[in-house]
């Protein structure tokens, strides 16, 4: 029996749009489903109005920063929310129907509303049955509500990035790079932010020098940092929100901000009538070729919990489309050294292995660093430093890791993931001349003995 379309990609976010438009170059009959905004979170209520904020936060510094320069600003200047709001949703409206009429332009069919599995080869969607030779399941990851009894009624990242007025004081309730993003950008903005997490330090998973600085720099911008601190409990009262921590603690704060992960989207989508089965956080499983236990349903992006990168999601969706329908699609994207950032004031970069994964690996790693405070501080009083780490393998030289918080990290880690994934060495580092002055020539003028690795 004929299928309605070749491809059918569930999700229309930046990896669904990226795979059913390659597809459709090469001639496959494409359609997608989308059940709230085309575009996804990363552009819609993620990345992308995320760092909008950022920059919001940005301007806040800058005018403190610019008296010494020998600026004469307001005395008081006055950031307003609804402004800002205003413009964020003029600008995701805008991409959103980029977005559209990029899959119009493309030949992808668009349905909206949610989808569900009837077999393995057909979807429904509102009532409507759809069929296709090849499915794709790339429906993202939504905040968590049920880690915490009554988390559900606290405000997450999405809610936050649609707020038109700032509360007087917030509890962020996570330690991750959500909240540790958002905390660092309401400081700046006028909030009074307390941050509670359970581990020793904020951003678990990442190196533990830039850990330790990124803790330094929130403390800075006046957060107050409650570390080991388990939140048991949190209810909505009247205007605000009560939290019960583990030690019998109390407290109370006009808002709470739920940032203690995110899940993959599965629970509605009716998989167990395709066959397939999800592990215990929901995520799809997939092998290396994106395909799940049903070998015509393939899986990509945050759905498969891997590598919850929205650049990763587009990369596995064009390959994914090459595989499929192309004549040569090569090797699938390695998941082995993908840049990330951070964007705390100041943002966080990093690249390869953590020195701590490297002692776990046994690889025998030489290190190099760069504290310093940036030129950009010389006149402005800030205490603000930037540091940079080099992981290197001591037999090969071969640069493994690299590590950076200071201004314009993602930018500069962006192009050093170039000459990692060319197989850069330490000595190509030392045999390329600075640009001076700049942040970036740090990372090619780290010609001190360097350190053996440590465990922490």
Same mark, same amino acid.
Request: charged content about 20%; overall charge neutral.
């Given at each position: ?10 999700? $229309?976010?930046?990896?669904?749009? =990226? ?57 008081? *200047?006055? %950031? ?5 709001? =205003? ?55 939504? *905040? ?23 509360? =007087? ?9 959500? &909240?540790? @993003? ?23 998973? %990442? ?15 006046? /957060? ?6 388990? #939140? #048991? $409990? ?51 499983? !997939? ?7 049903? *070998?015509? /349903? ?15 999601? /587009? ?25 990330? &950032?951070?964007?705390?004031?100041? *943002? /966080?970069?990093?690249?390869?292995? =953590? ?10 790693? @030489? ?26 393998? &001591?037999?090969?030289?071969? !640069? ?6 200071? &201004? ?49």
């Amino acid at each position: 029996m004929p299928h309605d379309f070749d491809l059918l990609v569930i999700g $229309a976010g930046s990896g669904g749009v =990226a795979l059913t438009r390659r597809a459709a170059l090469h001639g496959a009959r494409a359609a997608a489903i989308e059940g709230s905004r085309v575009g996804g979170t990363c552009v819609i209520r993620g990345c992308v109005p995320k760092k909008l904020l950022m920059y919001a936060a940005q301007y806040g510094d800058a005018m403190q920063e610019a008296a010494g320069y020998g600026w004469t600003l307001p005395a008081a *200047p006055r %950031f307003e929310m609804s402004r800002w709001a =205003a413009a964020k949703a003029a600008e995701t409206a805008r991409l959103e129907a980029v977005y559209r009429r990029l899959l119009h332009d493309g030949g992808v069919v668009l349905f909206e509303g949610h989808a569900r599995f009837v077999d393995a080869h057909t979807v429904e969607v509102d009532g409507r049955r759809v069929s296709a030779r090849h499915v794709v399941i790339a429906t993202g990851a939504s *905040p968590v509500h049920d880690s915490i009894p009554g988390i559900e009624t606290c405000p997450t990242s999405d809610d936050l990035l649609d707020l038109t007025a700032l509360p =007087a004081g917030a509890v962020l309730i996570g330690g991750g790079y959500i &909240a540790c @993003e958002f905390a660092s950008m309401l400081a700046r903005l006028g909030v009074s932010v307390t941050l509670l997490y359970r581990d020793r330090l904020p951003l678990r998973g %990442f190196d533990a020098d830039l850990r330790t600085r990124a803790a330094t720099a929130l403390a800075e911008a006046g /957060i107050v940092l409650r570390s080991g601190e388990v #939140t #048991t $409990a949190v209810e909505q009262r009247g205007d605000g929100w009560r939290l019960s921590l583990l030690g019998g603690e109390q407290i109370d704060t006009p808002w709470a901000l739920n940032a203690t992960g995110r899940r993959p989207n599965t629970a509605r989508l009716g998989l167990d009538a395709a066959g397939l089965l999800v592990d215990a956080q929901g995520a799809v499983q !997939v092998n290396e070729a994106l395909q799940t236990a049903v *070998p015509h /349903i393939h899986a990509i992006g945050d759905v498969t919990n891997r590598k919850p990168l929205t650049p990763v999601a /587009i990369a596995e969706g064009r390959w994914l489309a090459d595989h499929l329908f192309g004549s040569d699609a090569g090797a699938a994207p390695s998941l082995d050294a993908v840049a990330s &950032a951070v964007f705390t004031l100041p *943002p /966080i970069a990093t690249l390869g292995l =953590a020195e701590e994964q490297a002692v776990e690996r046994g690889l025998r790693v @030489e290190v190099f660093e760069s504290d310093f405070k940036p030129m950009r501080h010389a006149f402005t009083g800030r205490a603000e430093r930037a540091y940079l780490k080099l992981l290197a393998d &001591a037999t090969s030289g071969r !640069v493994v890791g690299l590590h950076m918080i200071g &201004a314009d990290a993602p930018e500069i880690l962006q192009s050093l993931a170039i000459a990692m994934t060319a197989g850069a060495t330490k000595a190509h580092f030392d045999h390329t001349i600075a640009v001076h002055p700049t942040m970036a020539e740090e990372w090619v003028l780290m010609r001190h003995k360097p350190r053996p690795a440590r465990a922490v």
